[in-house]
């Protein structure tokens, strides 16, 4: 290696080293402006008040458990709507398709990841709402529920296209040692592939939740943007208002320095605790199986 190769080498060494530790760096700096901005909340307005059951700043009342339980409903309809769509099609890529119908799978799963999130709101309003609204015999399009199938679309392209990287990274050795003792294509790629892919599959979900749970335009068109406490099942085809669009709709217009302001900034923090710890679980689940593999080897 020429003395011009070495020095090209440790220059691209310290640049990626550079880039990761700035990476670690920008998500310090957001917790802190989150930090400083939100926790003067606590002085403002009691504990009370911010786990009160209603929330209308006009009249100081800031109460955050809607906002929350709206934002969890939410997310956790679209991962029921995400989470088996998204493996399913995975799986029939990765394993199952032809090769001309995989390579144009592939590329549409790729630009529904990347269409704008306004343009499916669009769409939620225009076609999904009142399809809705109509099918189910609702008083209002504007739902939960509509924005869990929504958010469950959204999230779909993100699970396919991680799912099926971490599919196609198994070894054909272990599909072909399955055939070899007589397992069938499904009992292969249920007891052999999907096992073997666990850890990047659980990484598509948690990516495809966490996108869920901060997405914001297109909920905000399509949930009804209700601050309203949910009760029961019901509570999915009604209208809710999720911290990400109480978050987008408000900011732009209260004071600097308020209440009001400084309690917009506590929901971010809660959102950011909530990213967290989606992707604290997703490493250390795939830790736990990197480790089980390696006592394995052992």
Known sequence: ????????????????????????????????????????????????????????????????????????????????????????????????????????????????????????????????????????????????????????????????????????TVPRAYREASWAVGATQWQTIWGVTLPAARSGVLTAVMLGIGRSLGETMAVMMVTGNAPVLPHGLDALFLPVRTMTATIASEMGEVANGSPHYHVLFFVGIVLFVFALIINVTASSVGFQRLKRSERILS
Do not use: C
């Open 1 to 168: 290696m020429t003395q011009r190769d070495a020095f090209t080498e440790r220059l691209i060494t310290r640049l990626i080293q550079f880039a990761g530790y700035s990476t670690i760096l920008f998500v310090l700096m957001i917790l802190y402006f989150l930090i400083s901005e939100g926790l003067p909340a606590l002085g403002e307005v009691s504990i009370s008040s911010l786990l009160g059951a209603r929330w209308y700043p006009i009249e100081s009342l800031y109460g955050i458990l809607p906002l929350l339980f709206g934002s969890l409903v939410v997310t956790f309809g679209a991962a029921l709507v995400a989470v088996p769509f998204g493996i399913a099609t995975a799986v029939y890529i990765s394993e199952v398709a032809p090769r001309a119908v995989r390579e144009v799978l592939k590329p549409l799963v790729e630009i529904l990841a990347g269409l704008p999130s306004v343009v499916l709101g669009f769409l939620g309003i225009l076609v999904l709402a009142p399809f809705l609204r109509s099918f189910l015999n609702l008083p209002t399009g504007l739902t939960a529920f509509t924005g869990s199938l929504l958010l469950g679309g959204i999230a779909i392209p993100t699970i396919v296209s991680i799912s099926e990287d971490a599919l196609n």
